[in-house]
Nanobody, 127 residues
């Protein structure tokens, strides 16, 4: 398994931006897809974005497409989520996760695709 630590969350006004980071240690994640999920109070955890091992392919949920950008720096073993044009409905605890399969052909949009999770970083967007 890999140890993941998210950072960069905070309180921001609607329309603002935040950049989340996810630092990985332990198992090298450079060969694995990495994803971001989020969970709002009283709701189920939902997929946000995923990036494949070499940054050649990304996939986003419809509700963040065009506003969020996922990227990774394999040399630093870090994954990022740039969030722009934030909305109050983006308020949630954001988690990064490491896929357990380096060979997944479809985007990993299910929680069960991942075997390592961080503790999460809180994002709060005020109206």
């Amino acid at each position: 398994q890999v140890h993941l630590v998210e950072s960069g969350g905070g309180l921001v006004e609607a329309g603002g931006s935040l950049r989340l980071s996810c630092a990985a240690s332990g198992r090298t994640v450079s060969s694995y897809p990495m994803g971001w999920f989020r969970q709002a109070p009283g709701k189920q955890r939902e997929f946000v974005a995923v990036i494949n091992w070499n940054s050649g392919r990304t996939y986003y949920s419809d509700f963040v497409k065009g506003r969020f950008t996922i990227s990774r720096d394999n040399a630093e073993n870090t994954v990022y989520l740039q969030m722009n044009s934030l909305k109050p409905e983006d308020t949630a605890l954001y988690y990064c996760a490491a896929d357990h399969s380096p060979y997944r052909l479809r985007p990993g949009v299910q929680s069960s695709d991942y075997d390592s999770w961080g503790q999460g970083t809180q994002v709060t967007v005020s109206s």
